[in-house]
């Protein structure tokens, strides 16, 4: 599909303009040149601020989807502006991170109006082949809130387990590469976190504002 792009950060948006995007200099311009209106952003504060420039200046019809891992309160109230200027609203947060991103494999939920969803399905599936539609409203973002809430306590669990380990005598680095091939624990989110704290960092996997948000 042919890109329009914008990032507040102008030095993030060179690789898709060195491949052949156009570059906006706003969110307003760019909504005026599409069709379809995908943002991804940090927090709820974030999303208010951009969407209210690409409502100003989007064409009735352009489906709007947002990503950022955001608040069902604050994602019900662009629904309601956006449907007020004749743009479709749809929610999309995504499941997994900078790896699944490369990798191309992230999970995108989505919810919103279902024609709006239907015509944006084949834009989505470039994103990534797994996408799943759960509803038309709100469905989507609490979704995500209950994947965060699942990934965050076993973050926790994960590194209150390591710490027993280690406290027994076991390194670190054969706990991480137990739990990484056990048939009972395994998955792709603890071995992420496993190479993590091999790094010797301890950091959240969310921002610690984002989870104080979403709680």
Do not use: W
Not at 23 to 46: F, H, I, Y
Request: proline content about 8%; aromatic content about 6%.
């Amino acid at each position: 599909y042919p890109l329009v792009v914008h990032n507040r950060t102008a030095a993030k948006a060179e690789p898709f303009v060195a491949r052949g995007a156009v570059l906006a200099a706003t969110p307003g311009e760019l909504a005026k040149q599409v069709d379809v209106v995908v943002t991804s952003l940090p927090n709820d504060a974030a999303v208010e601020l951009v969407a209210a420039e690409v409502l100003k200046t989007a064409r009735p019809g352009t489906v709007f989807v947002e990503t950022t891992t955001g608040s069902p309160a604050c994602t019900a109230k662009l629904a309601a502006q956006a449907s007020s200027s004749s743009v479709p609203f749809l929610r999309a947060p995504v499941s997994g991170g900078p790896p699944n991103v490369r990798e191309g494999n992230l999970l995108i939920v989505v919810s919103g109006p279902s024609e709006a969803y239907a015509s944006v399905e084949p834009v989505l599936r470039a994103i990534s082949p797994s996408v799943q539609y759960v509803g038309e409203a709100d469905e989507a973002r609490y979704v995500k809130v209950a994947f965060n809430l699942c990934a965050l306590g076993i973050g926790v669990l994960m590194h209150e387990a390591i710490a027993l380990g280690e406290a027994a005598g076991v390194s670190r680095a054969t706990l991480v590469e137990l739990f990484s091939n056990s048939p009972q624990v395994a998955s792709d989110f603890v071995r992420q976190r496993g190479r993590v704290m091999l790094k010797g960092t301890s950091s959240p996997p969310y921002p610690v504002a984002l989870i104080e948000e979403l709680l």
